[in-house]
């Protein structure tokens, strides 16, 4: 009688683990989207985080492609000389760590 629960359990580990494997690699492939959009990892010169926003110091702001970054989930971003501004939400703090890895 038990089994059929043991089963149920069993089912849903295995969707578990594939709906968060299938999260990370959506985040690697955002997170890879975003280098692309501030001009490569070759423009970003520094990166800060702060709550939901990542600042992004960037050699040439000419070459950021801002819609891509809104398309990406950005919910805004504020341009003050060659930093970016970019409200994220709670992501900020893990694309702050990714970014100063690659670098």
């Known amino acids: 009688m038990y ?3 043991i089963i149920i359990l069993i089912v849903l580990i295995i969707i578990s683990f594939i709906v968060i494997k299938m999260n990370k690699k ?4 955002k997170i890879n989207k975003l280098i692309e959009y501030l001009g490569g990892k070759d423009n970003i010169l520094d990166v800060e985080s702060n ?3 990542l600042k992004v110091t960037v050699r040439d702001v000419n070459i950021v492609n801002k819609d891509g970054i809104q398309k990406l ?3 805004g971003i504020v341009e003050i000389d060659n ?3 970019i409200i ?3 992501n900020a ?3 702050k760590k990714y970014i ?3 670098k």
Do not use: E, T, V
Not at 26 to 29: K, L, T
């Open 3 to 5: 089994w059929h629960y």
């Open 100 to 102: 100063k890895d690659l």
């Open 26 to 29: 959506d985040f690697n492939i």
């Open 51 to 53: 709550l939901s926003r």
């Open 88 to 90: 994220y939400g709670p």
């Open 73 to 75: 989930g950005a919910k």
């Open 83 to 85: 930093q970016l501004k």
């Open 93 to 95: 703090k893990q694309l």
